[in-house]
């Protein structure tokens, strides 16, 4: 009898402490909803925007201890935007994509009002520089995807980079040192 009990102890103990393990959810990037896009201003008139349809990464949440991180990868060379501009986008003066062909996004620590992330800190590499980067992060929802039922969280996360910080300083005049970064992203659970 006594024996049994000491089992029952050390599984229960166990299971204790593997909880804190399984409240930690992992939801990877889902390429065909994942979208990282970038807007600037050309000449002070309007919004010039390029989207990136490459990306992998994964997003982990743990609610109850308000706690997760974010991670991306981005093609530099998956680059979408105007025809007339793309190959100088992508050239030397630009995203030298051809030389640095991933950008990265890891935060280092999530923001939390209630169960959900509202703001990610973090590092963004870009043409082999890392600076600090804040996200906001909007519309963020975790539900049953309505067709497979499979877990799945989705939402926006956006900011801003000044693109000389990162020897980006083509073309300063022309188009915005200011870049406005947004990713829509949706994850899949594990």
């Known amino acids: 009898m006594q024996f049994g009990y000491k089992l029952a102890a050390v599984a229960l103990g ?7 393990a399984l409240a930690q959810e992992v939801y990877m990037l889902d390429l065909r909803h994942t979208v990282p896009m970038f807007e600037v201003t050309h000449l002070g008139f309007s919004q010039q925007r390029g989207s990136f349809t490459i990306t992998s990464g994964k997003v982990t949440l743990d ?3 308000k706690k997760g991180t974010i991670d991306v990868t981005i093609a530099s060379p998956s680059l979408m935007t105007s025809p007339a ?6 050239g030397d003066e630009f995203l030298n994509a051809e030389k640095f062909p991933t950008m990265t996004y890891k935060s ?10 509202v703001s990610a800190n ?8 890392t600076k600090p980067l804040a996200l906001k992060i909007t519309n963020f929802k975790c539900a049953p995807n309505p067709f497979n039922k499979k877990p799945m969280c989705g939402g926006e996360a956006g900011g801003t980079i000044k693109r000389s910080e990162f020897g ?9 040192d200011d870049v406005k970064i947004i990713i829509a992203f949706e994850g899949i659970k594990e």
Do not use: Q, Y
Request: glycine letters at 10%; aromatic letters at 4%.
């Open 85 to 90: 501009l793309l190959t100088m986008v992508k």
């Open 108 to 117: 280092t620590d999530l923001v939390f009002d209630g169960e959900n992330p």
């Open 168 to 176: 980006m300083k083509s073309a300063l005049g022309a188009a915005s």
């Open 14 to 20: 166990a299971a204790i402490a593997a909880a804190p």
């Open 63 to 65: 609610r109850a201890a």
């Open 122 to 129: 973090g590092e963004f590499t870009m043409l082999g520089v």
